[in-house]
């Protein structure tokens, strides 16, 4: 095992690093600088390039002399009558998709004021906003600098905008650079050569990741066996809002929700086009759930709906959910899912009820509507009846190691046991090294102790989002510690690698883990190895055959002959109006693939009429209805494909 000597493990490192790539890299050199794309100093009098974001009549931008940084102009945005008016700048109209950009700006209010940059895309329809930079508070010119930003091809109106107080705004020195890309280290061994025949090793990305070149380099040569989407597979990813109170509209059914995989979609076909296996995370969490789903019609102020609807919700949610995603994706590797994640707190109680954002992030809207943890037998029960064959299912949590918690796991996972519906514990593993290895917690015997007892269930492990934190503004001193720790940790998780699948690392490089503040990944901002990840490495073999992902080839529907010859149709012959719209409402929309679910598989209750029937068998069409019509809806839905009817 361990401790053997180095000098074979980098004598190796070359052969190791395996190409799964996509594009090919082409890479700045060392000293390159970012390449200026665009730059506003607004001397001119020009701030055509900006628009006014928020809609209202009154805002107006113009160039002023009013205040500047550099020369006598800046833009001013006057008049605006909400905080998140301002002037917004457009990228996807003049940059390129999957490319890292820099912006630079500065920012002032007239008088004291609190300002944000802040990026909005929309994709499938659905308009999303995030911060990128808050907290800047001041009479004076405040700065932003060198925040990356970045799209895919899937975002439409992608804009980096200025909110923030009504009062007016000035934008000086606004600044787009590309990000050079780096070339990573390629003389140390890789992650998933040096462990993958042990245990699978991966990370979790944003799309945003898929940009980066250099952060792509070192999934490739590190983390190919298993990829985990950082937030885009989570329930207030996938449900979608409009679509679900449009079938209610429509069916009067509020317990069909309706899905989309439109925010998932780059790092899907990432995997599919890399043939990298997917972890999937999360169906059913407390957290990152609306609260819209466990109302009444999906309303946002509606009542809590009853036990029994939500467990008609939560078992339609995740049939349509496996359903889809092996439908789209029938050739990625959907190893393991997180079914149930937190439900458990640290003294071995469930949570709160109440509504997420409630006083304090712990409230559970699934306590409020089954009154203690009872959904999670059903949760495991329905994600066994509907997971594709080989997807095995996970309890997944963080602070596993705590006793309280630990044992109200232990407890619910010999219980699914008996019931032959769980398959393993997600251990999220996010500690927290400290100043020293005795003030780490856990310590690595707390640790070993956790891995220990739930070996003994006779259930997988997987480590499922492993991360280390130093203090804040880390020296030296506390990065050593990192890597002691870091080492102590791994040859714990090495020593149970019998019933350890896979250990997942909570991202790539430090400044874009959600702990940055605290260093707490293998590779910094710069994609070089930290000294956390020599330490665990250190000592440890190259082995002689270095895994790889096999391709999946997915199995084929089983088809039987007919036995009899097919009976002619007596009603008349109904001309299709258009392909897709089987619920006759003249568009077609994920509300369709729907409703032919539905009348698959509950006809007495959703059948279609007649012509909707016909306009709905768009694959293969003569061929009768077939989850395959609804699929094919999807499919268009989420641009796979572009018109019906399709023949396969
Ligand atoms: O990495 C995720 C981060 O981007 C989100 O802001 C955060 C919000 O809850 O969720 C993070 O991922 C969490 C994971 O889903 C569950 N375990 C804890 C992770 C870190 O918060």
Redesign the pocket.
């Known amino acids: 095992m361990r401790k053997s000597h180095i000098t074979k493990v980098m004598a190796m490192a070359l052969a190791a690093s395996l190409a799964v790539g996509t594009a090919p890299a082409v890479y700045a050199a060392d000293t390159a600088e970012p390449k200026v794309v665009y730059s506003f100093d607004f001397e001119d009098g020009d701030v055509s390039a900006f628009t006014n974001r928020g809609g209202d009549d009154t805002t107006e931008l113009s160039a002023s002399k009013d205040a500047a940084v550099s020369g006598e102009t800046a833009l001013l945005a006057s008049g605006r009558s909400e905080s998140w008016n301002g002037p917004a700048f457009r990228l996807d109209d003049k940059l390129e998709p999957y490319t890292e950009y820099y912006i630079s700006a500065k920012i002032k209010g007239r008088y004291y004021t609190g300002a944000m940059m802040s990026f909005q895309y929309t994709v499938d329809g659905e308009t999303k906003y995030s911060n990128l930079v808050q907290n800047l508070n001041g009479s004076d010119w405040m700065s932003v600098e060198r925040v990356k930003v970045s799209f895919t091809e899937d975002m439409e109106g992608v804009y980096v905008y200025f909110e923030g107080g009504s009062d007016d705004l000035f934008i000086d020195d606004f600044v787009v650079e590309e990000v050079p890309a780096v070339e990573i280290e390629q003389d140390i061994p890789g992650l998933a050569a040096m462990f993958g025949n042990d245990f699978k090793v991966g990370t979790?990305l944003?799309p945003g990741n898929l940009s980066s070149r250099s952060t792509m380099d070192l999934v490739e040569k590190h983390f190919y066996q298993s990829l985990t989407a950082?937030?885009e597979m989570?329930p207030d990813s996938v449900l979608n809002k409009a679509a679900c109170q449009a079938y209610v509209e429509e069916t009067g059914d509020d317990t069909v929700p309706q899905i989309s995989f439109g925010a998932a979609k780059p790092l899907l076909n990432y995997c599919r086009n890399n043939n990298v296996p997917m972890r999937i995370?999360?169906l059913v969490?407390h957290?990152?759930t609306p609260d819209w789903f466990f109302k009444e019609n999906y309303a946002d102020d509606g009542e809590w709906v009853s036990k029994e609807k939500m467990l008609l919700r939560m078992e339609n949610y995740i049939k349509v959910f496996f359903e889809t995603l092996t439908e789209l994706y029938p050739t990625v590797d959907f190893y393991a899912c997180d079914v149930v994640?937190?439900a458990w707190l640290e003294d071995g109680k469930p949570r709160q009820p109440g509504e997420q954002g409630s006083g304090g992030s712990a409230k559970s809207a699934w306590v409020q509507v089954f009154g203690d943890n009872s959904f999670i037998e059903p949760a495991f029960t329905y994600a066994r009846k509907y997971a594709p064959e080989g997807c095995k299912l996970y309890y997944?949590d963080?602070n596993e190691y705590m006793d309280g918690k630990m044992n109200a796991i232990i407890d619910m996972a010999k219980d699914l046991k008996e019931k032959g519906v769980i398959d393993g514990i997600g251990m999220?593993s996010?500690l927290d090294a400290r100043q020293s290895l005795d003030a780490a917690f856990p310590s690595v015997a707390m640790y070993n102790n956790a891995l220990n007892k739930y070996s003994e269930l006779g259930l997988d492990i997987q480590v499922t989002?492993l991360d280390v934190t130093t203090p804040e503004n880390p020296k030296d001193a506390d990065f050593a510690v990192q890597a002691a720790y870091y080492e102590g940790i791994w040859d714990a998780i090495y020593a149970h690698k019998d019933n350890i699948s896979a250990v997942i690392l909570?991202?790539v490089t430090d400044d874009q883990s959600?702990r940055a503040k605290q260093y707490p990944l293998l590779f910094d901002a710069e994609y070089k190895a930290k000294e956390c990840f020599k330490s665990i490495v250190d000592g440890y073999e190259m082995p002689e055959v270095i895994p790889t992902n096999p391709p999946v080839i997915p199995t084929e529907p089983a088809t039987t002959e007919p036995t009899t010859k097919p009976v002619e149709p007596t009603t008349p012959v109904v001309e299709v109006t258009l392909y897709g719209d089987a619920n006759g409402d003249d568009v077609v929309s994920i509300a369709d693939a729907a409703a032919i679910l539905q009348a698959i598989g509950n006809a007495d209750k959703y059948e279609l009429s007649e012509q909707g029937k016909a306009n709905a068998d768009v694959c293969n069409p003569g061929g009768g209805l077939t989850a395959a019509d609804a699929i094919a809806i999807q499919k268009l839905d989420a641009k796979l494909i572009d018109s019906l009817p399709v023949t396969e």
Do not use: L, M
């Open positions: 979790a944003v950082g937030n989570k995370h999360t969490w957290s990152q994640n937190e997944n963080y999220q996010h989002e909570w991202g959600w």
